[in-house]
DNA sequence: TTGAAAGCGCTAACAT
DNA sequence: ATGTTAGCGCTTTCAA
């Protein structure tokens, strides 16, 4: 009924009348093989409907060609995506993933990482809860294993990072925003403790305040809610004069802005324009759909795991590395108007072409000796 | 540095005073043992920073402790929610997750298939790309350990299947646009060779000629697009009279439909309602927000970790499985309107609270031997 | 209750 | 180029 169910090496050895060396040679390619002694395992095995026992083989090599990949909150929806193209690049190279999610929690994450751990996880992917409440944690299987941080930080010199340019991004969204000659932006993103969070707000400040901006920022989450409940706190409060743009810290809360200001009647984009970042899957189902920063997720997937097989072959090779990603602007109708008639998925500009750098001087922390890489592949 | 990396069991034998085999006891509790030799092997692997190699442990017991998760597509937005609900219930019962994406290519779920059986997972759990395509190679997967089907059937007999009941969710849509006086639906839905597919638009045909509407179906796929194409069909060509409710298969579909009728100025929910299926996180973003099915994500992983540990526990203790959970219709603006003032989120009516049956008697094909479960969690 | 010993299926020395 | 022999770290007989 289920044959190779229980077939082993040696019954392969066996029926090819080959020792079991020799058969392991031939099927894990380790070592030259005579032509013909290599003809008869492969049909013995092909035969027998013979599958290596991974387990053992990790096992006596201590390695399990599997990677863990940690994640802050799957539910996110910037995540999918990643994980789809991590599990892609890993599977092309022989490599399984096994998947956790923290819950956002970082008493979870450790936990987590601890059981990854035991399992032997050749290596681990991991996108930090938290900036500092992470690092303990991230930085004691740092030790243990190779480990490359994605998207968001855990504070200079624990491991590698792979993430876009925040700063760029915002650049890019400023840059934009100045072209359409808005005047009064103000921000809505994240307090959170997370080194995206951070990085965006910061980029925001110091860009808008090159610009002439005032500085406005309302900080809460990076929700939809949280987008809401600041169109709701900039409209109804007399918090200022009526913002023109407003810039988002991801597209969440740009989606939750955009419909608060829908229900309030605010015409976008031409009251107020709004920008989000990301770029997640519903950004262009939005009405207007939502102009935003795409992060390069594809180019972040292979980047990390270049890293992360770098470190596989020499784990000392190098000290902690930085690659930042450039990200694209992706124009549509929330701050252009008339754009994008009609076949809603219309991204309209693909912008920042070259070498990532944007325009501010942006908090990229001294994280490692080595160089913070840019542009689409570092190389 | 890193204490812990490499001690054995060995190490903590020779630190405690005791023999491998007590300590291995102590540790996993698979015999009574010594008062205070259980103390003095405690102290010492604590002190040692001892870690079981779960490789090891997985080779001699013949259980990895790990199931292979196998998703067409995580990028669809609905099965983030599924994944983190399986994960954490795995969690807690020291079951990991290896994740796999097929790309929503039965080929490539052949072959991750065959990969994680070569890793020596202890059970599968899959949503299979096709009802016909997948059929192969999840039957023969499942001829070799434990599997459970989620979301989507492969036709029957093949595995166990915890899904949501799709007949029922479309009788509640139907029900509740016949109690608004809707009168002329069509459904905008996907010719799909996935179950799920099926099943809705089934009973979508069968429901709608019951409450005596003129039966008008438009199939494509499960996208944003084809909702968006599908409004300028209806809407644009001389096909018929111009419908008062759009029931969507999924909520990709609505969320498509409803940016398009928005562009096109036709007013919802007053000229037309619409509906949508699953209840994915974007759904309350849009405007108006969409009336949809939920699907009870949490007690679908709950269930399905229910069976496979059946399974596991005896592999031929039952015949094949299939258990529907019943969904809840979540009311919004996009078929009510004045409603759902503000706070976006808003979710209004729950419905269904009983067990599940349905309007029609739709196809639910004579699965297997077994009964075909209903209601919340069919214990 | 505890210990000694035999492997799980494979790969890696070490021989030849 | 091939075979022989030890184990990888753990669980599990089997004795005591």
Redesign the interface.
């Known amino acids: 009924?289920?044959p190779g169910?229980d077939v082993t090496l040696r019954d392969v050895a066996r029926a090819s009348g080959c020792s079991v060396s020799t058969v392991s040679r031939v099927l894990s390619g380790s070592r030259p093989v005579g032509a013909d002694a290599a003809r008869r395992v492969r049909e013995a095995a092909e035969r027998l409907g013979y599958?290596?026992?991974?387990?053992?083989r990790?096992?006596r090599s201590r390695s399990?060609a599997?990677v863990g990949?940690v994640l802050p909150?799957?539910?996110n929806?910037f995540?999918?995506?990643l994980?789809?193209e991590l599990?892609?690049v890993l599977?092309e190279r022989g490599r399984?993933?096994?998947?956790?999610?923290c819950?956002d929690d970082p008493g979870t994450e450790a936990a987590?990482i601890?059981?990854?751990?035991?399992?032997?996880v050749d290596a681990l992917l991991v996108v930090p809860v938290d900036e500092e409440r992470s690092r303990t944690a991230v930085a004691?299987a740092a030790?243990?294993v190779p480990l490359v941080l994605l998207d968001r930080s855990c504070g200079p010199g624990i491991a590698d990072l792979v993430a876009v340019d925040n700063t760029a991004g915002m650049a890019l969204v400023l840059d934009h925003l100045a072209a359409r000659g808005r005047t009064r932006p103000c921000y809505i993103g994240a307090d959170g403790t997370n080194s995206a969070a951070a990085e965006r707000r910061a980029a925001y400040e110091v860009g808008a305040a090159a610009l002439g901006a005032p500085p406005r920022l309302a900080l809460g989450d990076f929700s939809?809610?949280w987008g809401?409940a600041a169109v709701?706190r900039l409209w109804n409060r007399e918090s200022g004069p009526e913002p023109d743009a407003l810039v988002c810290g991801n597209d969440l809360i740009a989606?939750?802005a955009?419909?608060?200001l829908?229900?309030l009647g605010v015409d976008v984009p031409g009251r107020t324009v709004v920008t989000g970042f990301d770029d997640i899957?519903?950004a262009d189902?939005?009405?207007p759909a939502v102009t935003t920063v795409r992060q390069p997720v594809r180019d972040i997937a292979v980047e990390a795991v270049r890293l992360l097989e770098q470190r596989l072959d020499d784990p000392a090779a190098f000290p902690c590395r930085t690659v930042r990603l450039a990200p694209q602007l992706v124009i549509r109708a929330s701050t252009e108007p008339g754009d994008h008639?009609?076949?809603?998925?219309g991204d309209t500009a693909p912008s920042a072409p070259g070498p990532t750098g944007g325009t501010a001087p942006a908090p990229r922390s001294p994280d490692s000796p080595s160089a913070s890489h840019s542009s689409k592949a570092a190389q």
Request: net charge positive; no cysteine; glycine share 4%.
């Open positions: 009924m289920n169910s599958r290596p026992n991974q387990v053992a990790a096992l399990t599997t990949l909150q799957i539910t929806p995540y999918p995506a994980v789809r599990t892609h599977d399984a993933v096994l998947l956790a999610d819950d987590r601890e059981a990854l751990l035991a399992r032997q004691a030790g243990r939809a809610a809401r709701d989606l939750g955009l419909q608060r829908r229900q899957p519903p189902l939005a009405d008639p009609a076949h809603g998925t």
